[in-house]
């Protein structure tokens, strides 16, 4: 079946512009995460969304950053104003629950000049 | 806090050495620890993971260790190839066992 989906594969902005960033998790998961990655760095917790149950948005650096998940299923982070350091691979991933294996999406590279 | 942490950084062994990565965690409540193979360019994908229950999962080249008193799990890789050469990453659960925080990650380089 198809895995989790992430668009846009890339995204160049002007600082000061508003991104959207769109996960689709694999259908009938219902915990999904967010992660942003640093060229050669690790993977730094944003948001976890699990079931209707509220989100976890003890990651998001600023509140520039903000994410929703629709029905359960597709998931938009946000990210107002952009800065440079904004800058990285934002990741996907989704679980068929709390604490099973995460399946992560391609990933959208952002850059912002 | 939350925190999981990863030794070393970085890791160079010969073909056919073993490797052995190291991680400590905060919570105690945490009870999965999912080891990530992310290879240049690519998506984080599983290769192990082990539950609370157990002491040492092994699946061919790879096994994983958990000390729960210590709050310490391990990855060893056996008989590395150069195939093993990414990025591994180890993770916890935090926050009463729902997200996932993820150690620093080791650079794996296998020298042929």
């Known amino acids: 079946g198809a895995g989790v989906s992430q668009s846009p594969s890339n995204k160049v902005t002007e600082k000061g512009k508003d991104v959207e960033l769109r996960c689709d998790p694999i259908?009938?998961?219902?915990?999904l995460y967010w992660y942003r990655q640093s060229l050669g760095q690790g993977l730094e917790f944003l948001i976890y969304f699990q079931g209707n149950s509220a989100p976890d948005k003890s990651g998001l650096p600023s509140d520039r950053f903000s994410a929703e998940r629709t029905g359960g299923s597709v998931s938009t982070l946000t990210i107002q104003r952009t800065q440079q350091e904004d800058s990285a691979v934002y990741l996907c991933a989704s679980s068929p629950k709390a604490n099973t294996e995460a399946f992560f999406g391609q990933g959208t590279r952002l850059t912002v000049v | 806090g939350e925190n999981v942490e990863q030794h070393p950084s970085t890791l160079s062994v010969q073909e056919g050495d073993s490797a052995v990565i190291k991680c400590t965690y905060s919570d105690s409540a945490s009870n999965y620890f999912p080891w990530y193979k992310q290879e240049l360019g690519k998506r984080p994908q599983l290769i192990i993971d082990?539950?609370?229950?157990?002491g040492e999962k092994k699946d061919q080249r790879i096994a994983v260790t958990l000390n729960k008193t210590a709050k310490h799990f391990s990855l060893h890789i056996t008989e590395t190839q150069p195939e093993d050469s990414a990025v591994y990453f180890c993770?916890?659960?935090?926050?009463?066992?729902?997200?996932?925080?993820f150690g620093a990650g080791t650079r794996l380089f296998v020298k042929a």
């Open positions: 082990i539950r609370s229950n157990v």
């Open positions: 993770a916890a659960p935090h926050t009463g066992g729902f997200k996932t925080i």
């Open positions: 259908s009938g998961h219902t915990a």
